[in-house]
Structures are given as structure tokens and as C-alpha cells.
């Protein structure tokens, strides 16, 4: 058998139908796919082949899927850690807006820049972003050789920018970066949220769909208290049942949070065979009260539907790692209901094959198996930490941190060998985004320190906000939910 590349000798999770756990096996791929996984044999390791991998003190599994995130302000991680949930929405999304206006360039392309660099020394192969301008994006991650989802979102209530011109460049975005890289980049279509969209811009993003039938629709969904509110003010019944309106509710849709989804949503989605992201970690940290209702992730994924792992605005929460976004999921569940909410293997599963099937690529990648793409990372587990080495599932999501990752593979070619980018020079990426930051608080009311930050004043803030948008936003829900009251 001639191969392009062999792993011999390792420990292999390969996430397939059966979970199957090789204490030594030996995976070999040729022309960026999966020939063949099986357990070791003598001689292995002096295969003839381009390149060979000692798997020995390796654990090789499947590259993990951010099935949700957001890269632009990547390089303003720490700035937001220290505020009030107020503070962190006022200033973020004054920023937001004005990155939308096509203000600060220099901070989005070396932020997506230092967001690929990140994901790809911490073993995350495949995302799927959501920004206000998403071409940086999708040529930083295309040419670190990693794999992606990208969109702009769309809104009317959330900014005050043009519907003709968002949905203009959405469609320049799809012609430009859809399945570009060798179809590794490929575009989405990306209304905001189901409380800053109005009945006409989903009908717009209907419309849109239909142009390109391959295209998934990516939202947030269910995510706030407000969300049923708004879709009522727009003639739904509920934000789910808004969408099947419109023609949405289908297998198309990758929707984030589900936060507030009860029975009936759960139901409802699972017949439409569409998706969830699910991201614990941004709501653990910014959780506006005790009482926040959890997202139902054991009834979603009993009713079929697919659940994968997203990390969402990493910079709102610090931390670039996967493998704590499954820790996170496991420990919130756990404090909202009750222990064993999940198996250390359904996390896995939800970090790898779930994420892949819920964009629609799970007869790709997301498993190590016969005839998918080489999406493959390498674990160092020859460790004090990971001694003795029982339970690989659990030491993976409880255990592991991105530190932890060796080797990346991606379409089989290697783009991280031995803790070292193949495809990024970490050092230039550094040094452009402390340049960029440091242009940032020369042209901002911005500080930032080794101490912490110092955001503008509120007063400051306010004048970046955009007004028409939110203001017909907040006057809808004020209205529906008066008319909520005198229904009861």
C-alpha cells in the first residue's frame, strides 16, 4: 500500500459509530484521506512512506469543532474580563458597530490572524464564525490551512447599517470565499438573532437561501428571554415557529445557544433536522442571575437533534480552549440539575462528530475513519498529569489543554509539527497585533495595561452606540409586550 503519511504506534479515539478506542493502533492517509485504521503491527513504524509519525505516548483523535464563534476582537482578549454585564454589552457592542462601518482594519486582520493561530495550537480545525466583516477571516484561516465556516451578519434592529447593503455583501462574500481553498473556506448566511431581525429581513434571508441552496443558515436562536417576545412582534407565534413561517426551520439551520428552548422547541427542531451550537462558557461568565435558564443539551440530544461545542466570543470570556468548553458544559449541567448529565464520550463527540455533523460535514471529517479527510491532532499524554492513562475519554475533557496539543493535520498535510505552525509565523502575528492594539488605544478612549483596562466612559460609549436600530428594537418589544399582558 503506498501512503502519504502513517501514525504508528499511538493510542487512536476515533469518535467512529462505536467509539472505538485503539490502545495501539495505526492510522495511515493518502491524498489528504483516511486509507485505513487498525491496531499495530510489528513493523510499522518502518513502513515506506513520505512521512512517518511515532504514535508512542501519543493519543490521536479527530481535530475538534468550533461549531460557533466570533474572531474580530480577538485581539482585545482580557479588556472585557473585568466589567459589569452592563459595561461588557454597551461596550461591545459599540465596537461591533463601528467594525461594521469598516472602522478598525488593522485590528480585525491581525485579530482573525492571532484566532487561527490560536485554534490551530490548540488542536481546533474547524470553525464556524459569524463576523460583521468576515473576509479577513476566511483568508487567515484558509491560508493557515485550517477549515471554516465564515458569514456576515446580518441585522436591522441591531446597527443602523443599509439591508441593501448587508445583503449585497453578503452575496459578494458567498461568490468570493464559498468553497475556496480547496474547499476548505466555505460561506453562510448569517442573520444576527431572533430578536434584532424583523419578519421582512428574515423573508430577505429566505430569499437568499434559496439563491444558494448549499449554503447553511447560521444564527443565534432561543438565546435571550426577549427572543419569543420579539418573533410575537413579528407576527410568529415563537422564534420557532417564525422561522418555519419564512421557510428556515429545516436542515439548513445551525442555531446558536438554545438557551430558553422548552418541550415544543426541542420537538419542533428535531423534526426540522437542524442543529444546535451549544456554548457554556460565555454564559457561565457573563450569567445575568441565578436563576437563568440552562440550555436543555440531554433533551436536545435525545430527540436526534445534533448538539456540537462552540466557544463564542472567546475574548469575552479569555480562553481560546475547546477541551475547557467541554469541561464547562459538563460542570454547568451538572450545578443546574444534577451529576452525569453527560458521558466523558458524548463530550468527545460533541467536540468532534457532533460539531461535523451539525454543520453538515460529518461525512467528511469529525471521526477517524476509512475515506474521511485527515482532519487529525496528536496529544502528547506521556505526562505526569495523564499517569496512569485510564479513562482517555474523561482525562481528554476534564484533563486536557491546548498545551497539550503536538501535531495538527488538516486534509493531511501537517500545519502544526512538534507544538511548531507549519503555516503561521506565531512571532510576525504577535508583533502585528501588539501593533494593532497599541493603534487601537492611540485612536480610542481605550486602555489597556498588564493591570487590566479602562474602557471609555458611558457617556463616550453612548455616542457609538447605534441609535435607529436599537431604538425601533426596544419600542417592538415594549409594544408586544404590552400587548402580551392584555392577552393573558
Known sequence: MSVDLVIHDALVLTADKRNRLYERG?????????????????????????????????????????????????????AFSELNLTEMLGSGTALFNRLANGDFEYLVEAGVELAALNFLLGGVTTVNSMDARPAAGAESFGEAGLRGFFGPAISDLFWDQSVDQQFTRAREFIEKYHNTYDGRIRATICPHDDWSCTRQLWERTKSLAVEYPDLLVHTHLLELDESNTMARANGGTDSIGLLDDVGLL??????????????????????????????????????????????????????????????????????????????????????KRSSGQFTSMELIRMLTIEGARALGIDDEIGSIEEGKRADIILLDV???????????????????????????????????????????????????????????????????????????????????????????????????????????
Not at 456554548?279 to 441565578?290: A, D, E, R, T
Request: net charge negative; glycine share 8%.
Open 26 to 78: 495505526t492510522v495511515f492517509i493518502t491524498n489528504g484521506n483516511i486509507e485505513e485504521v487498525r491496531p499495530s503491527r510489528t513493523g510499522d513504524g518502518k513502513i515506506d512512506a513520505p512521512t512517518v509519525i511515532d504514535g508512542n505516548g501519543k493519543l490521536v483523535m479527530p481535530g475538534l469543532v468550533n461549531a460557533h464563534t466570533h474572531l474580530e476582537m480577538t485581539p482585545l482578549i482580557g
Open 250 to 335: 429545516d436542515d439548513r439551520l445551525i442555531a446558536a445557544h438554545f438557551r430558553v428552548a422548552d418541550e415544543e422547541d426541542v420537538q419542533r427542531t428535531a423534526e426540522a433536522d437542524a442543529a444546535v451550537a451549544h456554548c457554556p462558557s460565555v454564559f457561565c461568565y457573563w450569567n445575568p442571575n441565578g436563576e437563568t435558564q440552562w440550555t436543555p443539551v440531554p433533551e436536545l440530544r435525545a430527540a436526534g437533534i445534533d448538539v456540537g461545542l462552540g466557544i463564542d466570543d472567546h475574548y469575552w470570556h479569555d480562553s481560546y480552549s475547546m477541551f475547557g468548553e467541554a469541561r464547562q458544559a459538563r460542570l454547568a449541567a451538572n450545578l
Open 382 to 488: 506521556d505526562k505526569p498529569k495523564f499517569t496512569p492513562l485510564t479513562n482517555v475519554p474523561a482525562h481528554v475533557v476534564n484533563n486536557a489543554v491546548p498545551a497539550d496539543v503536538e501535531t495538527v493535520i488538516v486534509d493531511g498535510n501537517i500545519v502544526l509539527q512538534d507544538g511548531v505552525p507549519t503555516t503561521m509565523d506565531s512571532d510576525d502575528v504577535r508583533r502585528r497585533v501588539t501593533q494593532a492594539v497599541e493603534r487601537f488605544m492611540d485612536e480610542t478612549d481605550w486602555e489597556l495595561h498588564v493591570g487590566g483596562s479602562e474602557p471609555p466612559t458611558g457617556i463616550e460609549t453612548i455616542r457609538e452606540l447605534p441609535k435607529r436600530g436599537p431604538a425601533r428594537l426596544l419600542t417592538r418589544l415594549a409594544i408586544q409586550s404590552v400587548r402580551d399582558q392584555f392577552s393573558r
